[in-house]
């Protein structure tokens, strides 16, 4: 392929991530009772940008994605789903895989995006990129392994340097970012293992009220 060709792949891709991602975010957030102004705020961005991706007129990067999501308390896989288009094979071909991308990190989500137990993907790093703006905890259970290149996991408590083929595992709950301290491109595999679907399905199911999704939080 081409280098147009795959800045067109690029761009058609991320036209429809954009579209998808502005209705679930704005289902999410409604499902909580929250404003605009409660989740930019939440997740240190702005009232304008948020509203903006709501609308399909902006699509967030890689850690203004992370960051939303973590002040829904939800995983950042939920708001990229479709519905319109479900998984009909067990196989996820590369060329299938759904993207987020920006200057520092890209994520590729390897698994379909509606499976609610685990969340993989597979970052490629960029010098000095980080997956996300701060240390911040979720649910569930994280595993890493390094394919190439070098990283550093930090810890409210401190940090893990990673090397090729080293591997890690750690309770989510647990502040942390993952960061590429080095001066090349890294790709590791990150895989977040919940503990069940109730939490992402019952904030993205408009007929449930408030005090349901708190429960379920």
């Given amino acids: 392929m081409s280098t147009q060709d795959q800045s067109t792949e690029t761009a058609r891709k991320g036209h429809t991530i954009t579209d998808s991602l502005s209705k679930r975010l ?75 991308d920006d200057s520092r990190c890209r994520r590729e989500y390897l698994m379909h995006l509606d499976d609610p137990t685990l969340e993989v993907a597979e970052l490629i790093m960029r010098p000095g990129g980080s997956t996300r703006p701060k240390l911040a905890g979720h649910s569930g259970r994280d595993y890493g392994i390094v394919l190439t290149g070098q990283v550093e996991v930090e810890f409210d408590d401190g940090r893990e340097q990673l090397g090729e083929g080293d591997y ?46 708190e429960r379920v939080l």
């Fill in 26 to 100: 704005r289902a999410a957030r409604r499902a909580q009772g929250l404003s605009l102004r409660e989740v930019a705020a939440k997740a240190q961005i702005s009232t304008s940008l948020l509203s903006q991706i709501e609308r399909g007129k902006a699509s967030p990067s890689l850690v203004s994605l992370v960051a939303i999501a973590d002040a829904l308390m939800i995983r950042p896989g939920r708001l990229l789903d479709d519905d319109e288009s479900p998984a009909s094979s067990p196989v996820v071909r590369r060329e299938q895989r759904h993207v987020v």
């Fill in 168 to 213: 890690i595992a750690f309770d989510a709950q647990r502040p942390h970012r993952l960061v590429n301290t080095s001066e090349n491109d890294s790709r590791v595999i990150w895989i977040i293992a919940h503990e069940g679907g109730a939490k992402g399905n019952a904030i993205l199911n408009l007929g449930r009220d408030r005090q349901a999704v």
